[in-house]
């Protein structure tokens, strides 16, 4: 079992910080764990579901130096993401596969808000005080391909349904391709089936009927909206599935594994063949673990990275609760060396003293000669060092003056640079307006633009076939765009000369 110190350990602790279950594995075995403890021969693994995550691919020149990599990876994810400047976000990336004549480096980046982690870790962390390792969940499956479980190349779809979650993710030629948090977590199903029964069953009741039933269920009632939910859910999953072919030009998929941490779910492979046109595979596979009953795949997912090689797997960490060095590395056990190191001088002093005694009454002597021999080479050495200690001051003044010069002009070109970087251009801000316009179809009939000391004003003269499409714009921005806009809009009219709705739409720069 590795971690990042490569110490050695007996069990791994594998934790679902959604639904706090908790897994110790030793060996093969594998058992819950009701009252999980911290223990220094114990391996911590943990996950963070896709939904926690932003993930994208950026490149990078071939001619960036290994490490400066992370530096210039974080600073493309926040100019290409549009990322929060004021949140310090905890980035980490692998590399994407590619043939030579390629340009660039790709990379799978992976992007966490730090107080996501805490939040969802907060009762993890009280109960075992240290996650060695956390990892994204859908990075887990390339252990299925370095242990061989999933044998073969071509692209290979996982669907997998948590309490919490659902994902979709693509790997092609056993490497990660591609991940989406599915909108039909258990939750969000049990939310939608009790919508359309128009009464409210208990979310357990709900799992419990899909793990033991499934959409084969005796109550007609039930099977009748559980066809209808599952139609809407393939239907989702069908979108995202052509998605990522087109994106990733994959032309055909070889295999599709669903799942679900309740098991295997009756009659979804006729809704993966009806919908997605592929026979469907169980994803329940055997990891060599023995186990008394059906356990999470995440679970041993977990299990299985913890006891891979770092170089067969994904090695990506967001964890922010790493265990303390050990107690000689830390400073208060280096301050316990030094003092016992102390002690042992100390005492071995007085003895070395009484011991050399005797031997350095007869050097005396000999010294004694050396020194009066010494004495006239140290008052001429004197004298040499008291010239150079002046030629030294002189030499000190000189550097003084041109520190001074270097930290002036310093302080003026980092004043220069904040400028130049820092001040909101025009363009910056009109490229921003000009992305949410064109997603909710919203055209521009008129714009101006003031400026003075308090604050700068795009006005614009919106126009659309609906006047819908006008709030929907001014409702997304309101709520997702506030860091630097202030929007306003007094109405919205219809012009019957053009049959468009028109609004002046009021953007203040904060």
């Given at each position: 079992m590795?971690?990042?110190?490569?110490q050695?350990?007996?069990?791994?602790?594998?934790n679902?910080?959604?639904n706090?279950?908790?897994?110790?594995?030793?060996?093969?075995?594998?058992?819950?764990?009701?009252?999980p403890?911290?223990?220094?021969?114990?391996?911590?693994?943990?996950?963070?579901?896709?939904?926690?995550?932003?993930?994208?691919?950026?490149?990078?020149?071939?001619?960036?130096?290994?490490?400066?990599l992370?530096?210039?990876?974080?600073?493309?994810?926040?100019?290409?993401?549009?990322?929060?400047?004021a949140?310090?976000?905890?980035?980490?990336?692998?590399?994407?596969?590619?043939?030579?004549?390629?340009?660039?480096?790709?990379?799978?980046?992976f992007i966490?808000?730090?107080?996501?982690?805490?939040?969802?870790?907060?009762?993890?962390?009280?109960?075992?005080?240290?996650?060695?390792?956390?990892?994204?969940?859908?990075?887990?499956?390339?252990?299925?391909?370095?242990?061989?479980?999933?044998?073969?190349?071509?692209?290979?779809?996982?669907?997998?349904?948590?309490?919490?979650?659902?994902?979709?993710?693509?790997?092609?030629?056993?490497?990660?391709?591609?991940?989406?948090?599915?909108?039909?977590?258990f939750?969000?199903?049990?939310?939608?089936?009790?919508?359309l029964?128009?009464?409210?069953?208990?979310?357990?009741?709900?799992?419990t009927?899909?793990?033991?039933?499934?959409?084969?269920?005796?109550?007609?009632?039930?099977?009748k909206?559980?066809?209808?939910?599952?139609?809407?859910?393939?239907?989702?999953?069908?979108?995202?599935?052509?998605?990522?072919?087109?994106?990733?030009?994959?032309?055909?998929?070889?295999?599709?594994?669903?799942?679900?941490?309740?098991?295997?779910?009756a009659?979804?492979?006729?809704?993966?063949?009806?919908?997605?046109?592929?026979?469907?595979?169980?994803f329940?596979?055997?990891?060599?673990?023995?186990?008394?009953?059906?356990?999470?795949?995440?679970?041993?997912?977990?299990?299985?990275?913890?006891?891979?090689?770092k170089?067969?797997?994904?090695?990506?960490?967001?964890?922010?609760y790493?265990?303390?060095?050990?107690?000689?590395?830390?400073?208060?056990?280096?301050?316990?060396?030094?003092?016992?190191?102390?002690?042992?001088?100390?005492?071995?002093?007085?003895?070395?003293?009484?011991t050399?005694?005797?031997?350095?009454?007869?050097?005396?002597?000999l010294?004694?000669?050396?020194?009066?021999?010494?004495h006239?080479?140290?008052?001429?050495?004197?004298?040499?060092?008291?010239?150079?200690?002046?030629?030294?001051?002189?030499?000190?003044k000189?550097?003084?003056?041109?520190?001074?010069?270097?930290?002036?002009?310093?302080?003026?070109?980092?004043?220069?640079?904040?400028?130049?970087?820092?001040?909101?251009?025009?363009?910056?801000?009109?490229?921003?307006?000009?992305?949410?316009?064109?997603?909710?179809?919203?055209?521009?009939?008129?714009?101006?633009?003031?400026?003075?000391?308090?604050?700068?004003?795009?006005?614009?003269?919106?126009?659309?076939?609906?006047?819908?499409?006008?709030?929907d714009?001014?409702?997304?921005?309101?709520?997702?765009?506030?860091?630097?806009?202030?929007?306003?809009?007094?109405?919205?009219?219809?012009?019957?000369e053009?049959?468009?709705?028109?609004?002046?739409?009021?953007v203040?720069?904060?």
């Amino acid at each position: 079992m590795n971690n990042s110190n490569e110490q050695v350990f007996d069990t791994v602790l594998s934790n679902n910080p959604y639904n706090h279950t908790y897994y110790l594995g030793s060996g093969n075995q594998l058992s819950a764990a009701k009252n999980p403890q911290y223990g220094k021969k114990q391996y911590g693994i943990s996950y963070l579901n896709t939904s926690s995550f932003i993930t994208a691919q950026i490149g990078v020149s071939k001619n960036i130096p290994d490490d400066d990599l992370a530096f210039v990876i974080e600073t493309k994810a926040y100019e290409e993401l549009a990322l929060d400047m004021a949140i310090e976000y905890t980035i980490d990336f692998i590399e994407v596969p590619t043939d030579g004549s390629a340009k660039e480096r790709i990379f799978h980046v992976f992007i966490v808000d730090p107080l996501v982690i805490d939040e969802t870790f907060a009762q993890t962390v009280s109960a075992l005080q240290y996650v060695d390792q956390i990892v994204p969940v859908p990075l887990l499956l390339k252990t299925l391909y370095s242990h061989e479980i999933v044998q073969g190349y071509g692209a290979h779809c996982y669907i997998y349904f948590q309490e919490n979650d659902a994902f979709f993710t693509l790997y092609n030629e056993q490497e990660f391709v591609y991940t989406k948090s599915l909108k039909y977590s258990f939750r969000d199903m049990h939310e939608r089936f009790c919508e359309l029964l128009g009464e409210q069953i208990d979310l357990a009741d709900f799992q419990t009927l899909l793990a033991t039933e499934g959409l084969a269920t005796q109550n007609p009632e039930y099977q009748k909206y559980l066809i209808k939910l599952f139609g809407e859910l393939f239907l989702h999953i069908n979108d995202v599935l052509n998605y990522a072919k087109r994106a990733y030009e994959i032309e055909t998929i070889e295999e599709i594994y669903i799942g679900s941490q309740i098991g295997s779910i009756a009659g979804v492979d006729e809704y993966c063949q009806t919908y997605l046109g592929f026979e469907a595979k169980s994803f329940d596979f055997s990891y060599g673990f023995a186990t008394d009953s059906y356990i999470d795949q995440i679970h041993q997912l977990m299990q299985l990275y913890a006891r891979t090689d770092k170089a067969a797997r994904y090695d990506v960490n967001f964890s922010i609760y790493h265990r303390p060095p050990p107690f000689f590395q830390r400073h208060s056990g280096k301050l316990f060396a030094v003092t016992a190191l102390s002690l042992v001088v100390a005492f071995a002093y007085p003895v070395t003293y009484w011991t050399m005694g005797y031997a350095e009454s007869v050097r005396k002597a000999l010294l004694e000669k050396q020194y009066r021999e010494t004495h006239a080479i140290k008052v001429t050495r004197e004298e040499t060092i008291n010239l150079k200690l002046a030629q030294k001051a002189e030499a000190q003044k000189l550097l003084d003056a041109e520190v001074e010069l270097f930290e002036e002009r310093k302080a003026t070109l980092i004043k220069i640079h904040d400028v130049k970087v820092n001040y909101p251009m025009k363009a910056e801000m009109m490229a921003s307006l000009t992305r949410e316009l064109n997603r909710f179809d919203v055209g521009v009939a008129d714009i101006s633009y003031k400026q003075n000391e308090k604050e700068k004003v795009f006005s614009l003269l919106v126009m659309a076939k609906k006047d819908k499409q006008i709030t929907d714009l001014v409702e997304f921005m309101t709520k997702h765009r506030t860091q630097r806009f202030h929007y306003n809009i007094e109405k919205i009219e219809l012009d019957e000369e053009t049959n468009y709705y028109r609004g002046d739409l009021k953007v203040v720069l904060k």
